[in-house]
């Protein structure tokens, strides 16, 4: 690295620490109607860094790598001195092979990757709609050999209502944790749980279509994600601009 690159690089490296100081929380301005909160979306997330990257000549561009099994985003920090610097990649498999499947990871892959580069915090962060806009009716339990209600899945709830009760609160927690240990842990200790809501609640766990014809992701593409993002985060430890 001569002389020019290394001034060129203490420039960006000033302005990015004089940026940080002034990015905040992303507004939560959309809403999840499934469990009754709002959540940052991808243009809150951008208006949460947009002022103060430009104040401190920066920006950012991201570009998308596509695959058969979802999405890449790179991000790259980028200076007026014509300095830049790669933030990392995150990859979000599509549970979709489709132009929604690909269309929502793509979403969530942008906004995922710019709070984790730009330290904006994950308030209430729906998943990219994950679970949230199930409007359907109330299913039946699944029917027997014999035309009757098959018994109800045996786990810690004791029927529907209270196992979605369950299933929005260990949403909460999935979407609470920092780390993939934590994650990991908390998969762990609701294994039932999961499991009963795999198997009474299938739509929750893999998703499909809300009642409008939209079509949602299942608590099993949160997950996924999650664990994704906690890893992206790990990685972002090591970044040079990171001050921890």
Not at 80 to 107: H, W, Y
Not at 147 to 153: E, I, L, R, S
Not at 155 to 163: S, Y
Request: net charge negative; hydrophobic share 40%.
């Amino acid at each position: 690295m001569n002389a020019q690159t290394k001034v060129e690089a203490a420039r960006l490296s000033s302005a990015m620490a004089e940026a940080f100081k002034e990015i905040e929380g992303a507004t939560k301005s959309a809403n999840n109607p499934h469990f009754k909160s709002k959540y940052a979306d991808l243009s809150a997330v951008v208006d949460a860094i947009k002022p103060a990257l430009i104040n401190h000549g920066l920006f950012f561009t991201q570009r998308c790598q596509p695959s058969a099994e979802g999405v890449t985003i790179d991000t790259v920090l980028h200076h007026s001195s014509g300095e830049e610097m790669p933030l990392g990649s995150l990859f979000v498999p599509a549970n979709r092979r489709d132009a929604q499947g690909f269309g929502s990871a793509l979403t969530y892959a942008r906004r995922y990757a710019l709070m984790t580069a730009f330290g904006v915090p994950a308030e209430d962060d729906d998943g990219n709609a994950a679970v949230a806009s199930t409007a359907q009716r109330p299913a039946r339990n699944p029917v027997n050999g014999n035309g009757k209600d098959a018994p109800f899945p045996p786990g810690p709830a004791k029927n529907k209502t209270d196992l979605k009760e369950k299933g929005r609160a260990f949403w909460r927690d999935v979407e609470a944790c920092d780390d993939a240990d934590q994650l990991a842990a908390l998969l762990t200790s609701h294994k039932e749980l999961t499991n009963q809501i795999a198997k009474a609640l299938p739509a929750w766990w893999e998703g499909g279509k809300a009642e409008n014809g939209e079509p949602f992701d299942g608590l099993s593409v949160v997950i996924s994600r999650k664990q994704t993002g906690l890893d992206a985060n790990a990685d972002w430890r090591g970044n040079p601009l990171n001050g921890g």
